[in-house]
């Protein structure tokens, strides 16, 4: 699939960074089952706390149609979520991250209300 991100960022407080975006897009999905097309708006922050840590959150809105398929689906799905990291050794990191997804399916059996936690370890290159 495609989707687009135009977003626009600004800084505040120093270090602060707040972004708002809009997005579409379209999806060409495996046998033609879930093809659909989407748009959007997505708004967050990024924000260092102390030395090496950082705190982000954000929230998205998007809006999927989906066609050629044998049943009328239309979702709608938001999406909450925060990091909390800690960067170590120059670009080695560890965070924590909990995410929100609320999926309101035309068709039931794709709706979904749930919330993620992660921890991460990994490197930035």
């Keep these: 699939g495609h989707k687009l991100l135009l977003a626009f ?3 505040i407080l120093k270090e602060t960074n707040i972004y708002v ?3 579409g897009g379209f999806e060409d999905a495996r046998l033609n089952l879930f093809d ?3 748009f959007g708006g997505i708004t967050g922050f990024i924000s260092p706390l102390v030395k ?3 705190l982000a959150g954000s929230v998205s809105f998007e809006e999927m149609i989906y066609f050629d398929n044998t049943e009328d689906r239309k979702d709608s799905q938001i999406i909450a979520g925060s990091r909390l990291e800690y960067l170590f050794i120059e ?5 924590f991250s909990t ?3 609320n999926n309101i ?4 059996r794709y709706s979904i209300d749930k919330l993620m936690n992660t921890l991460n370890t990994g490197f930035y290159y």
């Design 21 to 23: 975006g809009i997005l």
């Design 99 to 101: 995410q929100y997804i």
């Design 105 to 108: 399916s035309s068709l039931k």
């Design 91 to 95: 670009k080695f990191f560890i965070n």
């Design 9 to 11: 960022s600004r800084g």
């Design 36 to 38: 659909n097309y989407s």
């Design 52 to 54: 090496n840590i950082t």
